[in-house]
């Protein structure tokens, strides 16, 4: 199996450990969800994954590059969108999307189809030509999922990508990253709605105190949770391997 993602041995210390000895792997074409309570290390794992925190240590290969080696090379097939969503205020969709685009060096002819259909996908055609400094957070997060996007990155790092959208926009988004991994994307995520990631996730890591607690399937999960198949919930599965962890809520 062809492995996405490998991270081995990384470590992160701010004023104290973020994440300590970390081991993860993802596979190529599935949905992983990374979850934790607050504090545990998630955000700080994916922005050292997408090449924006430096590790203190440790070991990242994305489709077999080294991130940490040759860096330019893991972020050209990466993409990452934070939770709270970067645009720029004085520029249109369009305009927004062809400038990263261009960014990544895609030929403008494509990047202009690539920007409509995207846009037209999340809802956002008619304001394809309205400038970003009124929109809603949804908006610019919808904004900010198709600026991930344009230039088709093999690997996909969403960090709470449902924050600030409603029902409707949620579900076009969530059948998006769905469509995405049907067609051989993977998609990396963390999410406070544990039912998005027991619905929708191949597999789950559990992380807590920058540590990772338990991986795999939602059976896997409650198998090492001591809980028997097909019963609990993830919610239940969450709450029991980080409750012996003290961390945060």
Same mark, same amino acid.
Do not use: C, S
């Given at each position: 199996m062809t492995e996405a993602l490998i991270v081995r041995g990384l470590d992160k210390t701010f004023t104290k450990?973020?994440?300590?000895?970390?081991?993860?792997?993802?596979? %190529?074409?599935?949905?992983?969800?990374?979850l934790g309570p607050n504090g545990a290390g998630k955000t700080t794992t994916l922005r050292m /994954? #997408?090449?924006l925190t430096k590790p203190d240590k440790g070991e990242i290969s994305i489709f077999g590059i080294d991130a940490r080696a040759d860096p330019a090379a893991?972020?050209?097939?990466? %993409?990452?969108?934070?939770?709270e969503a970067m645009v720029y205020d004085r520029l249109t969709p369009?305009?927004?999307?062809?400038? /990263? #685009?261009g960014l990544w060096n895609v030929e403008p002819k494509a990047a202009k189809a690539r920007a409509e259909a995207l846009l037209a996908k999340l809802g956002l055609a008619a304001e394809a030509r309205t400038r970003c400094e009124g929109f809603s957070r949804g908006m610019k997060q919808k904004v900010a999922l198709a600026g991930a996007l344009i230039h088709d990155p093999r690997l996909l790092i969403l960090d709470e990508p449902l924050t600030g959208l409603d029902a409707a926009a949620a579900r076009l988004v969530k059948d998006m990253l769905q469509e995405r991994v049907d067609a051989g994307g993977t998609v990396i995520l963390t999410t406070h709605i544990l039912e998005v990631a027991e619905r929708m996730a191949d597999r789950?890591?559990?992380?807590?105190?920058?540590?990772?607690?338990?991986?795999?399937s939602l059976d896997a999960l409650r198998t090492?949770?001591?809980?028997g198949k097909g019963g609990s919930s993830l919610e239940d599965?969450?709450?029991?391997?980080?409750?012996?962890?003290?961390?945060?809520?």
């Open positions: 450990p973020a994440v300590m000895d970390l081991d993860l792997t993802v596979h %190529a074409g599935e949905l992983y969800a990374l /994954v #997408a090449g893991a972020k050209a097939i990466t %993409a990452w969108a934070p939770d369009l305009e927004y999307l062809e400038f /990263v #685009a789950i890591g559990i992380i807590a105190g920058g540590r990772l607690l338990a991986e795999g090492q949770a001591g809980e599965v969450f709450l029991q391997l980080t409750a012996t962890e003290g961390a945060p809520a």
